[in-house]
Structure formats: structure tokens, C-alpha cells
């Protein structure tokens, strides 16, 4: 049988493994963010800087280090609420 992504995962170096978690964590924040925005109706062409997601990682992180958990909610006029977890 072959191997699963957590015994690949479990045989790579601890620093590979920590970039490829910081990587994917500011992927999937990316994609929240671009949800987000085509709930609230902004532009199909806005572009998300790549320095606001740095900044909402090294949020998260310095959240969780404190046993926190960070979220993103958006209160809209027409009474809408839309939010995900960072």
C-alpha cells in the first residue's frame, strides 16, 4: 500500500514541515478572503496584497502562541454577517 501525506510528512525535516504549514495557512487564508469579498459584492478584479496576508499570519500566530484562535467577521448594512477563522 502506499504511503499517506502523513508519512511523508512525518519523514520530512521539521523546518520543511513548518514553511509548508506557513505556506498552505496563507493560501487558505488568501482563499477566505476572496470568498469573503464575493459574498460583500467587491470587484472580481480586486487583487488581495500579498502583505496583508503576511500580516494576518503573523496575527494568527502571535494569537495563537497565546492559545487564541483569530477571526475575520464583517458586519454589513443590510444586516448581513459574514466572517471565517483565520
Not at 15 to 33: C, D, F, G, T
Not at 44 to 59: E, M
Amino acid at each position: 500500500m502506499g504511503k499517506t501525506l502523513e508519512d511523508i510528512i512525518a519523514e520530512q525535516p521539521q523546518e520543511v514541515v513548518y514553511a509548508a504549514e506557513e505556506i498552505a495557512s496563507k493560501q487558505l487564508i488568501h482563499l477566505h478572503l476572496i470568498e469573503l469579498l464575493k459574498r460583500i459584492g467587491a470587484d472580481a478584479g480586486y487583487q488581495i496584497d500579498s502583505c496583508t496576508i503576511d500580516s494576518l499570519q503573523q496575527l494568527k500566530q502571535i494569537v495563537e502562541s497565546g492559545g487564541g484562535k483569530l477571526r475575520l467577521d464583517v458586519d454589513l448594512s443590510d444586516g448581513s454577517h459574514h466572517g471565517f477563522k483565520i
